[in-house]
């Protein structure tokens, strides 16, 4: 392990130990922790965490609600498919449908998603096959390819908000990175995999050596393989995007330093999701692990109080 023995000890502690389930030939590792018969809130991670990274937020959440969590595949204990196509969107979506059928303990769910798990997520939350199931939405961090698609486009031919796509394109430089063959792959075998934590500290300034028990094996090849979630999904979506709507009620979680996502990247979603609610929250892009508790408050309040107006609220600390 990359922590201290009694940090290790600790966190083992209180995260449980794996089961399984299986989405296709893809095996999930599903972590439960609460009361089953207390509400169910479903939280999916992004790139390129693990379930490890909802650590802190559980810590919070776990007395007043039944907490399943899981690695994306590919990623954590999780198995990888064989290939590119493996990562789609809808494959994602079949995930977390076999993880609820088997995990939760009520037909009806919560779902918190960050970054590529909140991308992920909306996939579900858009379907008409699946959106009755979810009582409600928090997208921290992770917009819907579709949206952001639609989004390209009304900003491209408005005067003045070409630069904002502009903009945008330079802080998601990763996503056109990614999908050069070899240097990304390459990048992590050499460099990112051993250096994550530091990176993060400089970054971010958070420091995860206390709550992130991913060895630098570990991250390197979760890593390599999720790079495969924007090569498989992204282009295909920014070229084509979809109709994507949902009668869910969806409180964005937007984050005042984020790094790579600006702010006007959510401008018009009360089209796609009018029962919408969004909060500013002072951090980073990483909010499950520099601002927990506040993070947790957003949730359980959104949950508790059933308010859900397309009026823009801000949270501060």
């Known amino acids: 392990m990359d922590v201290a023995g009694s940090d290790a000890a600790r966190i083992d502690a209180r995260r449980p130990a794996p089961q399984f389930c299986y989405s296709g030939d893809?095996?999930?590792?599903?972590?439960?922790?609460?009361?089953?018969?207390?509400?169910?809130?479903?939280?999916?991670?992004?790139?390129?965490?693990?379930?490890?990274?909802?650590?802190?937020l559980v810590d919070y959440l776990v007395d007043d609600f039944y907490i399943i969590r899981y690695d994306v595949r590919g990623a954590g204990l999780s198995s990888a498919p064989s290939n590119r196509n493996g990562y789609s969107l809808a494959l994602l979506q079949a995930d977390l449908a076999a993880v609820t059928a088997q995990f939760c303990s009520r037909p009806q769910f919560h779902l918190v998603g960050h970054d590529w798990g909140s991308v992920q997520s909306w996939e579900s939350v858009?379907?008409?096959?699946?959106?009755?199931?979810?009582?409600?939405?928090?997208?921290?961090?992770?917009?819907?390819?579709?949206?952001?698609?639609?989004?390209?486009?009304?900003?491209?031919?408005?005067?003045?908000?070409?630069?904002?796509?502009?903009?945008?394109?330079?802080?998601?430089?990763?996503i056109w990175f990614f999908h050069f063959p070899l240097l990304a792959p390459m990048l992590w075998r050499v460099a990112l995999g051993r250096n994550w934590r530091r990176l993060m500290r400089f970054v971010e300034g958070v420091n995860i050596d206390e709550?992130?028990?991913?060895?630098?094996?570990?991250?390197?090849?979760?890593?390599?393989?999720?790079?495969?979630?924007?090569?498989?999904?992204c282009l295909p979506r920014f070229r084509a995007p979809r109709r994507r709507s949902s009668v869910v009620p969806v409180q964005l979680v937007i984050p005042m330093n984020d790094r790579f996502l600006g702010k006007n990247l959510?401008?018009?979603?009360?089209?796609?999701?009018?029962?919408?609610c969004i909060r500013h929250i002072e951090g980073g892009h990483w909010l499950p692990?520099?601002?927990?508790?506040?993070?947790?408050?957003?949730?359980?309040?959104?949950?508790?109080?059933?308010?859900?107006?397309?009026?823009?609220a801000v949270a501060r600390t």
């Not at 959510?266 to 919408?276: E, H, I």
Request: hydrophobic letters at 35%.
């Open 26 to 56: 893809v095996r999930i590792a599903v972590y439960c922790q609460g009361q089953s018969s207390k509400p169910n809130i479903v939280l999916v991670h992004g790139y390129p965490d693990n379930n490890s990274v909802w650590d802190l």
């Open 126 to 174: 858009c379907s008409p096959n699946s959106q009755h199931k979810i009582l409600s939405y928090t997208s921290i961090s992770g917009p819907c390819l579709d949206h952001v698609g639609y989004w390209f486009r009304q900003c491209w031919g408005e005067s003045g908000s070409t630069k904002l796509v502009i903009h945008q394109i330079f802080r998601s430089w990763y």
């Open 211 to 233: 709550h992130a028990l991913v060895t630098s094996a570990q991250r390197k090849r979760d890593g390599i393989n999720g790079i495969e979630l924007y090569r498989a999904n």
């Open 266 to 276: 959510y401008d018009g979603m009360s089209q796609w999701a009018p029962n919408l």
């Open 289 to 312: 692990l520099s601002r927990p508790k506040e993070l947790a408050r957003l949730v359980a309040d959104f949950i508790a109080d059933g308010a859900f107006q397309a009026d823009s």
